[in-house]
Every structure is written in C-alpha cells, then in structure tokens.
C-alpha cells in the first residue's frame, strides 16, 4: 500500500528556513514524479513544486520561485522541501503527492494520486 | 484569482445528482486532463478522478468528463459522506505550473 510521510514542519520566525520530508513506501519511488501542495487556512489547495522521478526537471510556484528548493533521494525513497526566507504568506498545512500517469495513448496525462497527511509549518513571530 | 474556476459552492440532498464544474482555458483544461481532489473538513486531500478515470475505492457514483476549456465531476446519489471541498487541478504550460481551482464547497442537505 502506498504511504507517504511529511515531517520537518514546526513554528519558525520570519525570514527563517525549513526542510520539509515526505517519506515514501509501497511503490518504486524512483518510477514517478513527485509533488508538494500546500492548503493555507481559510483558502483552497496551492500547488507548491514538482519533480520528475529522476529529478532531471523541476517546477515551481511564482509565490515560492527562488525561496524553496525541491528535491528528491531516490536511494531513501523521501521527497524533499528546503524552505529559506519564509513569510506569514508560507503559514499552510505542506503535503506531499505521489504523480500517476495515465490514458490512452494520446490522451496520456498526469495528476496527483496519493497523498500524505501533511506537515503544518507556522510562520509566526 | 485562481487560473481555474468553479463554483464557490454547490448543494444537493441525499440520493440527488449534483454536477461540479471547472472551467480554464486552452492552456490548461483544453490540453490536459484534470483532476478531482475531495477535502473533507479541512483535512487531508483524497484523489476522487483523474481525467474520467476512478482510482480504485472511489465509488462509481463519481464520474468526470471534459468537453473543450470545462471539466465536470458528477456525483450520482448524493451521500451525506460525500459533503466536503472539492478542487480540479491540472496542467497549464503556458504559466509551467501546476493550477487548481479555487474549490467548490459541496453541502449534502
């Protein structure tokens, strides 16, 4: 069964950093990309970064562009966030997302499959 | 402003049909396929569609489609369980960004 486990949130001052982890389990890590999502309180879900599974490619948010880092351990099976000069803005529950491809052959796409419980990250002075 | 729109809520009774719509543009909805994610109270997001697939334990009172810029997720037989927020997300390569919608509160009465 596929799990995925986010830890390293925690209450930090402005303009302080984070490394966020989500460990994985039940599937060959290293065969899909990855993806963390954020839900602020009060607001919708927030679509933070991805990764491709062997993290040749990644994407970003504008709001976190050159503020976190995504990054992945292929040999650990865990999903990484590094997270420098947060903001009030940043205070959300993190999750992490495991990506599924599927379709026929030309209508073969993308889309976040299994999540996990998420790590809350509180910016706050 | 959210690069997707959908209603900001949606209601319905027991055993009803209710329809949730997403709506975006050629960039994202018209090019890709999209997803269905279900939030119960705030908690932790469930995946409910990709595209017009079920993942596996979802019921198949959910179905979605897509015709053109819109994407729809149709509930049949409304049960109270079903109540929650619901985003669509996808694709969109002109902004090289993931993008959800704003989320459909749905009420079962």
């Known amino acids: 069964q596929v799990h995925l486990v986010e830890s390293g949130g925690g209450v930090v001052q402005p303009g302080g950093s984070l490394r966020l982890s989500c460990a994985a389990s039940?599937?060959?890590?290293?065969?899909?990309?990855m993806h963390w999502v954020r839900h602020v309180p009060g607001k919708g879900l927030e679509w933070v970064a991805s990764?491709?599974?062997?993290?040749?490619?990644?994407n970003y948010a504008d709001s976190v562009k050159g503020r976190f880092t995504i990054s992945r351990d292929n040999f650990k099976s865990t999903l990484y966030l590094q997270m420098n000069s947060l903001g009030g803005e940043d205070t959300a529950v993190f999750y992490c997302?495991?990506?599924?491809?599927?379709?026929?052959?030309?209508?073969?796409?993308?889309?976040?499959?299994?999540w996990g419980k998420g790590t809350t990250v509180t910016v706050s002075s | 402003q959210s690069a997707l729109t959908q209603e900001a809520s949606v209601s319905g009774t027991v055993g009803q049909m209710v329809t949730l719509s997403c709506t975006g543009n050629s960039n994202n909805i018209g090019s890709y396929g999209v997803g269905w994610y279900q939030q119960i109270s705030h908690g932790v997001p469930k995946t409910v569609m990709f595209g017009n697939s079920l993942p596996s334990g979802i019921p198949d009172r959910f179905s979605g489609s897509q015709s053109g810029t819109t994407a729809s997720l149709t509930i049949s037989g409304l049960q109270p369980e079903d109540e929650a927020d619901y985003y669509c997300s996808t694709w969109d390569y002109s902004l090289t960004a993931w993008v959800f919608g704003g989320g459909t509160k749905l009420t079962v009465l």
């Open positions: 990764i491709r599974h062997d993290g040749s490619h990644k």
């Open positions: 039940g599937f060959t890590f290293r065969d899909f990309g």
């Open positions: 997302a495991k990506e599924i491809g599927t379709g026929p052959t030309n209508f073969f796409y993308y889309y976040m499959d299994v």
